[in-house]
């Protein structure tokens, strides 16, 4: 077979059309999605400063920055209206307009999630005069390791999407069964009936929030079955999703 | 079950003298060339307008009640293959085909078959609306009066009226088939040279870019047609609108520089193509 003329995008899938217009109408999608992403990272870790350490402040701030976002994910639904209307994008533009406008779906109720941690962290140090230390070393350090983990996977799951990377939406899912394991960890360690210090109110409020951050994780999980609908074209949503993870990773270590 | 791309990939390529001597080997196409219910099968098809080789090593299959479109930038060969279809390229001075196309098993590029009847059987319809300078009645009666497909008035009434409906014309010309068919808007016209096509009983339309001349309202009601006579006709469309193809047709196939890159299902060409070549094309990536 003969050789195939170099690749007109290099490396972007998004890139490379004939009309440079195209191009940048992607790009200006991409980035709102992006960006939409970086602010949830953002909101994250100041709600689980606010309910680990108690500061209120750091809550505010997140319940007052939650609605940029929901404009943003407004804005990407008009860059996804107009896109269709103007290209009628088919191959892999159609796989990418389909996947961002998913991802947006996802980044958005990531945030939804900081605001429901936010929430809980005042909530759980209402009528309480002693905010300080409310969580002991052993509780924060579980809710620490948490958010780690969610944080880390949502942190790459968004790499992934600025560049379409199959490596780095696979390492999203490698950190999915320690996430799990993390959070039935803590979620026991807080049902005990022996936990001592907490009103239930205020249980319901860290489980509440430790089911949330767990969340964050799955749509990190969702955000990289995105990537790599764009990238590979295979939906690994639902149906054997185990084992076309594992074909994909002999496949990017071949 | 999926499918692997080592699969679908369907060698069609030995090498010729003449490519050696051009300095290039075809490539080979990727997906399944061969139709379950095949009304035409081409096969190694080679086209040469003198030393100049036009189409490489193509094999395709047409199936029955299928529309099938041929999509690729100007000068890949598409219409030239289609002129294959039903010998147009003979018209055609210092141009030569090889390889195997049959029509129902039948070879049509066999010396003692008289292409004119094949064209009856292999109607063509082609890019800019040709009716004869002849009322709307005659345009249609031509075919079936010179073949003898008629032995009486009524009979041919019968196969115009029919043809038309088809055609999706009868409505809007009945009260004025004595009409000059060149009168009529440039959709009707193109729907005019269905209507004599279909009036031969085709088995096989052939349609090159048939509404690239056409506002997209006629355009609508042709690709409405299309899908009509699918149910009786097998179909093979030439198309520069990829929208139009990705409409219309049930299978694609992708053509470049003389090969065909990549044959699939419709769905599938415009939705996950497996060459890079088909999805930098249809995703307006090319040059």
């Not at chain 1, 059309?17 to 949830?40: S, W």
């Not at chain 1, 920055?65 to 103007?86: K, Q």
């Not at chain 2, 005659?138 to 073949?147: C, D, F, K, M, T």
């Not at chain 2, 029919?162 to 009529?184: C, F, I, M």
Request: net charge negative.
């Amino acid at each position: 077979m003969s050789s195939l003329p170099a690749s007109p995008r290099q490396d972007d899938l998004a890139a490379g059309h004939t009309v440079r217009r195209y191009d940048r109408e992607l790009k200006t999608l991409r980035d709102i999605i992006l960006d939409m992403g970086h602010r949830v990272i953002e909101q994250v870790q100041a709600a689980v400063v606010a309910l680990i350490d108690g500061e209120e402040i750091q809550a505010y701030r997140v319940l007052d920055r939650e609605p940029r976002i929901d404009y943003l994910s407004l804005d990407a639904d008009e860059e996804i209206f107009r896109v269709i209307a103007r290209r009628q994008p088919t191959a892999v533009d159609l796989r990418i307009v389909l996947a961002l406008s998913r991802i947006a779906g996802d980044v958005e109720r990531a945030g939804d999630k900081a605001v429901r941690i936010a929430r809980q962290a005042l909530a759980l140090r209402d009528q309480v005069s002693a905010v300080d230390n409310l969580l002991d070393d052993d509780l924060q350090s579980r809710f620490r390791q948490l958010d780690h983990r969610a944080c880390c996977m949502f942190e790459r799951s968004i790499e992934a999407v600025a560049s379409f990377d199959v490596e780095r939406a696979l390492g999203v899912f490698e950190d999915e069964p320690e996430l799990f394991g993390t959070s039935d960890a803590l979620r026991a360690y807080l049902s005990r009936e022996d936990l001592k210090g907490f009103k239930p109110y205020q249980v319901v409020c860290l489980l509440t929030s430790a089911h949330a951050i767990e969340r964050i994780g799955n749509h990190a999980s969702n955000i990289a079955e995105q990537v790599i609908y764009v990238a590979e074209g295979k939906d690994i949503r639902y149906r054997n999703r185990e084992i076309l993870i594992e074909t994909l990773r002999r496949k990017a270590s071949a | 079950m999926s499918t692997t791309l080592d699969e679908m990939t369907v060698r069609t390529r030995a090498t010729t003298s003449a490519e050696l001597a051009s300095g290039r080997e075809s490539r080979e196409t990727v997906g399944d060339v061969t139709s379950a219910n095949p009304r035409m099968v081409c096969r190694h098809v080679d086209v040469f307008y003198g030393s100049t080789q036009a189409i490489k090593d193509v094999s395709l299959d047409i199936g029955k009640n299928e529309v099938v479109s041929m999509i690729g930038p100007s000068g890949c060969g598409k219409s030239t293959f289609l002129r294959c279809l039903n010998r147009m390229n003979d018209t055609i001075d210092g141009c030569r085909v090889t390889g195997s196309i049959t029509l129902d098993g039948l070879d049509i590029y066999d010396k003692g078959l008289d292409p004119v009847p094949l064209r009856a059987q292999v109607g063509m319809v082609f890019q800019k609306p040709n009716p004869f300078p002849k009322s709307i009645y005659e345009n249609v009666a031509y075919g079936p009066r010179i073949l003898g497909l008629t032995n009486s008035k009524a009979e041919l009434d019968d196969i115009i009226e029919g043809s038309l409906r088809k055609a999706g014309l009868w409505n809007e010309v009945k009260d004025r088939l004595d009409k000059p068919g060149t009168g009529l808007s440039g959709g009707q016209q193109q729907r005019l040279c269905i209507a004599r096509t279909i009036a031969v009983s085709p088995e096989v339309i052939l349609m090159d870019e048939p509404c690239s001349a056409l506002d997209p309202i006629a355009t609508a009601i042709i690709e409405e047609l299309i899908d009509e006579l699918r149910s009786n006709y097998s179909i093979a469309i030439v198309t520069h609108s990829m929208q139009q193809a990705a409409r219309v047709s049930q299978r694609t196939a992708y053509f470049h520089l003389g090969d065909l890159i990549e044959v699939g299902e419709t769905n599938q060409i415009f939705t996950n193509p497996k060459h890079k070549l088909t999805e930098d094309y249809i995703t307006g990536r090319f040059g």
